[in-house]
């Protein structure tokens, strides 16, 4: 499934749309360049959590994993700069992946990270600077998620 964004504003739309759908155990794995849209897709996601508007959605650059409260928690993680598999635990993503919404950025560096079962969303930045948008679904929560976003 592909979707296309021309602006930012469009591409938040696309991702407040399926932040209403999520729920705790979901796991979004975002990738694409620097710049893409990854950090401008979870500040989408997070309205459509409800996180409070004054809350400042940024890529968790020191921290590496912020959260923010909303009808179910979002956990919002950047990986980029994680240089070692082993920091991975100081991270404290494990007990997220049960009681939060989790947006990891950069997942494709370390894909073990985080459960299987995830929506996969790869975004591309065309010439035009539009974005495109790939959807893959592992696992059958994440293709009701996909469905969900598609449906009427
Ligand atoms: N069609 C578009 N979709 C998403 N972002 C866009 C688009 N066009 C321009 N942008 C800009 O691109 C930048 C994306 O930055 P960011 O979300 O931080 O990327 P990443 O987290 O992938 O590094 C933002 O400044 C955003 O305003
Ligand atoms: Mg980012």
Do not use: C
Request: proline share 7%.
């Amino acid at each position: 499934m592909t979707f296309s964004a021309r602006t930012a504003a469009e591409l938040q739309a696309i991702a407040e749309r399926l932040g209403r759908l999520l729920q705790a155990g979901d796991v979004l794995a975002l990738t694409g360049p620097l710049g893409a849209g990854k950090t401008t897709f979870v500040q989408g996601v997070a309205r459509g959590l409800d996180v409070p508007a004054d809350r400042h959605v940024a890529s968790p650059t020191f921290a590496l994993v912020n959260e923010h409260p909303g009808r179910v928690p979002l956990v919002h993680a950047d990986l980029y700069r994680v240089a070692d598999a082993r920091e991975l635990e100081e991270l404290g993503l494990t007990d997220a992946f049960d009681r939060a919404a989790v947006a990891i950025e950069w997942l494709d560096r370390f894909p073990d990270a985080a459960p299987a079962e995830r929506l996969e969303i790869a975004i591309a930045i065309a010439p035009d600077d539009s974005r495109s948008l790939s959807l893959r679904p592992r696992g059958a929560r994440a293709a009701a998620l996909v469905a969900g976003l598609t449906g009427p």
